[in-house]
């Protein structure tokens, strides 16, 4: 049937606005655009991959998954979707300045940032599984892991390196 282009807006919308931060927004769109049968996980990790390897926010690389998974069109809708959350921050940072210190207001951002960290591991699992998990994806995704763990090595870099790594050992 293809991508309904407001569905695919109302996802990513949807995912923007529960992540705080570019990568955290990859849990729920995942089920999402999977569950649709919109995208692959090689798909996932290639806007991934887009997304640390272009400057700018790391948020960009779901613009990348928007032209993967719907074309042109689909990138338009990523970027209108991904870019409207942002902008109600400055309302809702003036309401959590005002009622931020209520005991309630403190756990439910925290129980929303404990959520996304237990999830992330699981949508990794499964990206890598679609990706044909097996010894050599297990080096280079846990040395990428410990080299960004180590914050000496930009991103980018990470990324170069287990682009070579991929060439060498799947040659």
């Given at each position: 049937?293809?991508?309904?282009?407001?569905?695919?807006?109302?996802?990513?919308?949807?995912?923007?606005?529960?992540?705080?931060?570019?990568?955290?927004?990859?849990?729920?769109?995942?089920?999402?655009?999977?569950?649709?049968?919109?995208?692959?996980?090689?798909?996932?990790?290639?806007?991934?991959?887009?997304?640390?390897?272009?400057?700018?926010?790391?948020?960009?690389?779901?613009?990348?998954?928007?032209?993967?998974?719907?074309?042109?069109?689909?990138?338009?809708?990523?970027?209108?979707?991904?870019?409207?959350?942002?902008?109600?921050?400055?309302?809702?940072?003036?309401?959590?300045?005002?009622?931020g210190s209520l005991p309630g207001v403190e756990g439910?951002?925290?129980?929303?940032?404990?959520?996304?960290?237990?999830?992330?591991?699981?949508?990794?699992?499964?990206?890598?599984?679609?990706?044909?998990?097996?010894?050599?994806?297990?080096?280079?995704?846990?040395?990428?892991?410990?080299?960004?763990?180590?914050?000496?090595?930009?991103?980018?870099?990470?990324?170069?390196?287990?682009?070579?790594?991929?060439?060498?050992?799947?040659?």
């Open positions: 049937m293809g991508v309904q282009f407001v569905l695919l807006f109302l996802f990513i919308f949807k995912a923007q606005v529960i992540s705080n931060n570019g990568i955290a927004s990859l849990p729920s769109l995942h089920a999402d655009l999977i569950g649709q049968g919109w995208a692959t996980d090689p798909q996932f990790a290639g806007a991934l991959v887009v997304g640390q390897m272009t400057p700018g926010p790391n948020g960009l690389w779901i613009v990348s998954l928007g032209y993967i998974v719907a074309g042109p069109l689909g990138a338009v809708v990523a970027l209108c979707a991904s870019t409207i959350p942002p902008m109600l921050v400055l309302p809702i940072d003036a309401l959590y300045r005002r009622f439910f951002v925290r129980g929303i940032g404990l959520a996304v960290i237990g999830v992330s591991p699981l949508v990794l699992a499964q990206v890598l599984q679609g990706s044909g998990f097996d010894a050599g994806t297990a080096v280079i995704a846990s040395v990428a892991f410990v080299l960004v763990l180590t914050r000496r090595v930009p991103n980018i870099v990470v990324v170069l390196l287990g682009a070579l790594a991929g060439v060498l050992i799947y040659r």
